[in-house]
């Protein structure tokens, strides 16, 4: 079955630097674009990062900041996050858009001074 595994995660404080990992399974991996979301308290789980064939997109928030990667030969995607911020503060997911609405357990990112 589809699965998605977060890890990476941690407390940090602004300005310094997290890289997230997700191994996926259950999936040709490589056939399929992916996506980092996240959700923070009392929010909307929201698009951060897209990765496909046809490139990358970001949200305009993280634009310069993050960027998402991927390692075929392994079935994971990465998130590299750059001079985080507050609002940065969330837990974070990854996804397969095409697949539907499989989710892993996520992994907790908080920025706080």
């Known amino acids: 079955q589809v699965q998605f595994v977060e890890s990476g995660g941690g407390l940090v404080q602004p300005g310094e630097s997290l890289r997230l990992s997700c191994l996926a399974s259950?999936?040709?991996?490589?056939?399929?674009?992916m996506t980092w979301y996240r959700q923070a308290p009392g929010k909307e789980r929201e698009l951060v990062a897209r990765i496909s064939g046809g490139g990358t997109n970001y949200r305009d928030s993280v634009k310069g900041r993050f960027t998402i990667s991927r390692d075929n030969s392994k079935n994971t995607v990465y998130l590299q996050m750059n001079s985080l911020k507050l609002e940065d503060t969330a837990v974070y997911y990854c996804?397969?858009?095409?697949?539907?609405?499989?989710w892993g357990q996520g992994t907790q990112v908080t920025v706080s001074s």
């Open positions: 259950g999936f040709p991996f490589s056939r399929y674009a």
């Open positions: 996804n397969a858009p095409s697949l539907g609405q499989y």
